[in-house]
């Protein structure tokens, strides 16, 4: 049975789906639609499967979202290593909006998060060697895609290590902050 542990933002959830070991390894169902179900979780489609790989730790990836027609509900997991994985709150007029909820998702613990539609998600791996795969219900649109500043301090993420040695793309680097970005969701 799933364990499920709300997180600071209504419908970011965190997931714990059981594993099954003996002397050969484990066997774990990663995503059932009807566990899912069986949970009061919401149905999703999801349509495209992500894999990524960081080399070194402290690689930061984020934070992204899609805008309609393209918005993505996403299931993440660490398959190596580990994560400090966060979701922001995009909907503006929203009661939580640039508020953020975080931790450590790890290949170890066996937890995942679910972000729905209307939240940018970024991570910081916290070891070498680090994969996370996630599913989401529609396809990579880069001309919907949109990135936050990860550093922008209305949202005062509170990451963990040194900023200084952070590796990040361009792209990420030259983020904006939220309230310079359109982000296509308003509440409800």
Do not use: C
């Not at 996630?134 to 990579?140: N, S």
């Not at 900023?163 to 990040?168: A, D, G, H, I, V």
Request: net charge negative; charged share 25%.
């Amino acid at each position: 049975m799933l364990e499920l542990r709300p997180t600071e933002l209504d419908g970011v959830i965190e997931v714990r789906p059981p594993r099954f070991g003996d002397e050969r390894g484990f066997f774990s169902e990663t995503w059932s639609a009807a566990a899912f179900a069986a949970a009061g979780l919401p149905a999703f489609d999801f349509v495209q499967d992500n894999h990524s790989h960081s080399a070194a730790a402290g690689t930061l990836r984020g934070l992204h979202f899609q805008v309609p027609p393209f918005e993505q509900d996403k299931l993440i997991r660490v398959t190596r290593g580990a994560v400090f994985d966060i979701a922001v709150d995009v909907r503006r007029g929203s009661p939580s909006f640039g508020k953020w909820a975080g931790g450590v998702l790890s290949a170890q613990e066996w937890n995942q998060l679910l972000i729905p539609k209307g939240f940018a998600h970024g991570f910081l791996t916290l070891e070498p060697d680090t994969e996370v795969q996630y599913k989401v219900t529609a396809r990579y649109s880069p001309e919907h895609e949109r990135t936050v500043a990860f550093d922008d301090p209305a949202l005062a993420i509170d990451w963990p290590g040194e900023r200084s040695s952070y590796t990040l793309n361009a792209r990420d680097a030259a983020a904006p902050a939220l309230s310079e970005v359109e982000t296509g969701f308003a509440w409800p």
